[in-house]
C-alpha cells in the first residue's frame, strides 16, 4: 500500500504506471486560470486514484549583492509561497482526500518546471492553465509548447482558464 500523502517514487523510468501511480502537477502562480487546472487535476487524480503534486517558483532576489536584503527579499518569498502553497493543499486534500507533494523552487518558471521534472520521476503529467485574455495562453505554456517542447518528458494538459467548475467535472 502506498502512502496516500507522499506519490509513489519510481525507479525504472521506462516501467508503466498504474492509475495509482499518476501524479498530476500543477505549477502554482496565484493566477484567476490556476483554479482551473488545480481542479482538473483534482478531479483527474480522485478518479483516476492519483495524486496531485504543487509547484511555487519564486523569482531570484535581485539585491544579491546586499547579502541581508537579498536573503530577506529570499525569506519573505519563500513565506508567501508556502502560505500560497497552504491554502492550495487544502482544497487539494479536500477535493481528493489526499494532500499533495509540495515544492517550492527559486529561479524561472520553465527551468524549475523543467528540472522538477528531471529530478522526480513520479510526476506523470503536467496541468496547466491557458490565461483567457487577449495577452495569450501564458510564458509558461507558451515556452514548453515552444523552443522548450523538447525538454518535456511527460505529458501536457492545458486547461482553457475561463472554463466552468461544472465544465471541468465534466471533462475530468
Not at 508503466?16 to 484567476?32: A, N, Q
Request: hydrophobic share 40%.
Amino acid at each position: 500500500m502506498h502512502d496516500p500523502v507522499t506519490p509513489v517514487s519510481r525507479t525504472d523510468p521506462g516501467a508503466s504506471l498504474g492509475p495509482e501511480d499518476r501524479t498530476f502537477l500543477v505549477v502554482v502562480d496565484g493566477s484567476v486560470e490556476q483554479r482551473a487546472a488545480l481542479r482538473f487535476a483534482c478531479r483527474r487524480a480522485g478518479n483516476t486514484g492519483g495524486h496531485v503534486a504543487l509547484l511555487y517558483v519564486t523569482e531570484p532576489a535581485e539585491f544579491a549583492h546586499w547579502g541581508f536584503v537579498g536573503k530577506r527579499m529570499r525569506d519573505e518569498a519563500r513565506e508567501d509561497a508556502e502560505s500560497l502553497l497552504q491554502r492550495q493543499a487544502s482544497l487539494v486534500g479536500r477535493m481528493t482526500g489526499r494532500m499533495p507533494a509540495l515544492f517550492v523552487r527559486e529561479g524561472t518558471p520553465t527551468e524549475e518546471l523543467l528540472a522538477l521534472l528531471d529530478e522526480e520521476p513520479e510526476i506523470s503529467v503536467v496541468v496547466l492553465a491557458s490565461g483567457s485574455g487577449k495577452d495569450g495562453p501564458g510564458p509558461l505554456i507558451t515556452a514548453l509548447t515552444g523552443k522548450q517542447a523538447h525538454r518535456l518528458r511527460v505529458p501536457m494538459t492545458i486547461v482553457p482558464g475561463d472554463l466552468s467548475d461544472a465544465a471541468i467535472d465534466g471533462l475530468a
